[in-house]
C-alpha cells in the first residue's frame, strides 16, 4: 500500500469514528425509548430529567409521508425535544419497520395507536398536545386536529396535502412548503385562504401561517433547520413557553461525511483487492454504448405503459411504485446489454469482491442511516423482496461498467453525467406515460448522487461484475428499505 493509500485509510477510519461520536453526541441530554403497540412499531424522544419528576412537558405527534419512515422525522424530534417537548413517531402501514399494509384508514388509526402511547409516557402532559406531519402525514394530522380540537392545540402541516380546514378547525395551524416544490405551495396558499388568512390568535386556536422554506422541495424541506426551528417557534407560542435550547440538527452532515469516510475507505482498499485482469476485457464501440445507452429508457418507459395496461402497475414486486423502478432497470438494462452484444465471464473473485463492494456501501450508506434518517434493517416482508428486485436491477449496471470500463476520470465523470440525464429523463417519460407512479418525480434528484457513489466506487475496481454486482445487491435493499409494502 503506498504512503498515500495508507493515509487516506487512516483518515478514512478516524472520520468514520468522529462521524458516529457527532450523531451519538445529538441525543445526549435525551431520553429515547423504541417499542410497538397493536403492531405499530414507535420511537419515542423526550428531554431527560421528567421522568420522575412531578413537572410535566407538552407532547408532539410526528407524521412522516408516503415512502417515509419515523427516523425520516428524527430532524424535528431532535429540535423539539431538546427545546423541552415530548416526541412520538411512528411507521404507518406499509412503510418503514411496520408489515401491515396502507390503507384507507388506517393513517387514522395508527395515529390513534400512537396517541395513546403518547399519553402513557410519564414525562407527557396530556392537556397540551400538538401534531405535526409532512405530505401524507400532513393529510392524517390535519384530520385529527380537525376530528379533535379540544385533544390538540396546534398543527404543523409541512407539505401539506389536503383536509376540510376551516377559520377556527385545526387549532393553530401552521402551514410549510419548499420554494421548490411549487405543488405542495399552491396547495398551502388554498388551505391557508381556507383557514382564514394569516393571524396570530394563539389564545384563540385561530392563529395561521405559512412558512415557505427556502431552496427546499420535498424530501429537504424534512432535512432544513428553517423548518425545524419555524415549527419549535409555532408550538412555542402556542404553549406560551420560552425555551434557550440553540439545539440545530446537523446529524446529516455527519451522515454525509461517515459515507464520503468510507468512500475514502474504498479508494485506499481498492488497489489490494482488485481482481487482477484473467480474461480479455470487453470492447465496445463508443458510438455503439451511446446508441444502447439512449434507446434503453425509451423501452424501459414503454414496458411499463404496456404492463400498465394490463392490470395494476404501482404494486407490482411486492413494493408501490419500486416494484415498477426495478422493472424499468430491468428492461433498460437488457436492452443496452443487447446492443453492447460484448459481456465478459465471471471469475469467483470477481464476484466476491463485489459481496465486499456490497457490504461497504451497504455499511457506508445505511448502518448510520437506520439512526438518522432511513429505516435501513429490513423486515422479512421487504428482506424476501430484496433478490428480486437487485436481480431486477443487474442488467443496467452491468451494461453501465461494460461501456465505461477503463476509462479515465474525465470519461467516467462524463458518463456519471450521462447516465444522469438518461436516468431523470427517462423516469420523467414513464411518469408521463403512466401518471400512477408520479411519486417518482420527487426521487428524481437522488438518482445523480447515487449514480455518482456507483461511478466512483466502478473507477475503484473496474471490473464489471465486481461493480455490477455490489451495486445492483445495494440499489436493490435500498428500493426494498424505501418504498411502501404493497397490500
Not at 380540537?149 to 396546534?154: T, V, Y
Not at 427546499?216 to 409555532?234: C, D, F, G, M, V
Not at 423516469?427 to 403512466?434: D, K, P, S
Request: proline share 5%; aromatic share 12%; with cysteine.
Amino acid at each position: 500500500m503506498t504512503r498515500k493509500r495508507l493515509f487516506s485509510l487512516i483518515a478514512a477510519l478516524l472520520l468514520i469514528a468522529l462521524s458516529w461520536w457527532g450523531v451519538a453526541a445529538a441525543r445526549t441530554g435525551l431520553v429515547t425509548r423504541t417499542f410497538s403497540d397493536k403492531g405499530l412499531p414507535m420511537l419515542y424522544v423526550a428531554p431527560e430529567g421528567f421522568e420522575q419528576g412531578s413537572e410535566k412537558i407538552p407532547g408532539v405527534l410526528v407524521a412522516h409521508g408516503y415512502a417515509g419512515s419515523k427516523q425520516l422525522m428524527l430532524g424535528y424530534a431532535h429540535v423539539l425535544a431538546h427545546a423541552g417537548y415530548a416526541v412520538m413517531l411512528w411507521d404507518f402501514g406499509g412503510h418503514g419497520a411496520n408489515p401491515a399494509p396502507l390503507e384507507r384508514d388506517s393513517l387514522q388509526q395508527d395515529l390513534n395507536v400512537a396517541y395513546a402511547a403518547l399519553l402513557e409516557q410519564p414525562e407527557v402532559d396530556p392537556s397540551r398536545l400538538a401534531l405535526l406531519g409532512h405530505s401524507m402525514g400532513s393529510g392524517a394530522v390535519m384530520s385529527a386536529g380537525i376530528r379533535n380540537p379540544d385533544r390538540f392545540a396546534a398543527t404543523v402541516a409541512v407539505s401539506p396535502t389536503g383536509a376540510g380546514v376551516t377559520p377556527s378547525i385545526p387549532r393553530n395551524l401552521q402551514l410549510q412548503a419548499g420554494s421548490w416544490e411549487g405543488g405542495f405551495v399552491t396547495n398551502a396558499q388554498r388551505l391557508l385562504a381556507a383557514a382564514g388568512g394569516e393571524n396570530d390568535n394563539f389564545a384563540g386556536g385561530r392563529a395561521r401561517s405559512l412558512v415557505i422554506i427556502p431552496n427546499a422541495e420535498h424530501i429537504t424541506i424534512l432535512l432544513r433547520n428553517i423548518s425545524h426551528q419555524a415549527a419549535r417557534t409555532w408550538l412555542d407560542a402556542t404553549f406560551r413557553i420560552q425555551s434557550s435550547s440553540n439545539y440545530i440538527d446537523r446529524r446529516m452532515a455527519w451522515y454525509a461525511l461517515h459515507l464520503l469516510a468510507w468512500l475514502l475507505f474504498l479508494f485506499a482498499v481498492a488497489p489490494a483487492v482488485a481482481d487482477p485482469a484473467t480474461t480479455p476485457k470487453a470492447k465496445v464501440h463508443p458510438l455503439q454504448s451511446l446508441l444502447g445507452s439512449f434507446l434503453a429508457p425509451f423501452l424501459a418507459s414503454a414496458s411499463l405503459l404496456l404492463l400498465s395496461r394490463m392490470g395494476e402497475i404501482d404494486s407490482l414486486g411486492g413494493v408501490l411504485v419500486g416494484g415498477a423502478i426495478g422493472i424499468w432497470f430491468f428492461v433498460a438494462g437488457v436492452v443496452w446489454l443487447g446492443i453492447l452484444l460484448r459481456l465478459q465471464r465471471p471469475t469467483f473473485r470477481a464476484l466476491g469482491i463485489g459481496l465486499g463492494l456490497f457490504v461497504l456501501l451497504w455499511v457506508g450508506f445505511g448502518a448510520m442511516a437506520q439512526s438518522v434518517w432511513l429505516q435501513w434493517w429490513l423486515i422479512p416482508a421487504r428482506l424476501k423482496l430484496w433478490p428480486l428486485l437487485s436481480l431486477a436491477c443487474l442488467p443496467w449496471f452491468l451494461a453501465s461498467e461494460v461501456a465505461q470500463q477503463d476509462a479515465g476520470v474525465l470519461s467516467r465523470m462524463a458518463w456519471w453525467l450521462w447516465q444522469s440525464v438518461l436516468l431523470v429523463g427517462g423516469f420523467i417519460l414513464a411518469v408521463y406515460l403512466v401518471p400512477q407512479l408520479g411519486f417518482i418525480y420527487l426521487l428524481l434528484p437522488l438518482f445523480p448522487l447515487a449514480m455518482g457513489i456507483f461511478s466512483f466506487a466502478g473507477s475503484q475496481l473496474n471490473n464489471v461484475w465486481s461493480y455490477a454486482l455490489g451495486s445492483a445487491l445495494f440499489f436493490g435493499w435500498a428500493i426494498a428499505a424505501a418504498f411502501p409494502l404493497a397490500s
